[in-house]
């Protein structure tokens, strides 16, 4: 996937996060893994590899409160290891989750 392709996915799963957190489905502490990383969407002079690993969080995370919502296992749902990730990463611009 190139680079811009992947922003704008990052930038689609930041607007399903925003839906999960407004219905409850998720909670802050629930994209906590992602928001360590402080890559968001509009970091665009982040390199590809970032914003992969912080599609890749997003989407586990997302995975993970769309499953236990509908009452399903969820410990069977690949990539978890990326939500106890410690990165340090420099911050960039903003990110639009931080303000729900």
Do not use: W
Request: include cysteine; charge should be negative; proline fraction near 5%.
């Amino acid at each position: 996937m190139r680079k811009n392709e992947l922003i704008h996915l990052h930038t689609l799963l930041v607007e399903i996060a925003g839906d999960f957190l407004e219905r409850g489905i998720a909670t802050r502490d629930d994209l906590e893994p992602y928001h360590r990383l402080n890559i968001g969407p509009m970091a665009l002079r982040s390199c590809r590899d970032d914003h992969e690993l912080a599609v890749r969080t997003l989407s586990t995370a997302l995975a993970v409160c769309a499953a236990r919502d509908l009452g399903r296992e969820t410990s069977t749902i690949p990539g978890q290891h990326l939500l106890g990730l410690v990165t340090e990463v420099e911050p960039t611009d903003s990110d639009p989750l931080r303000s729900h």
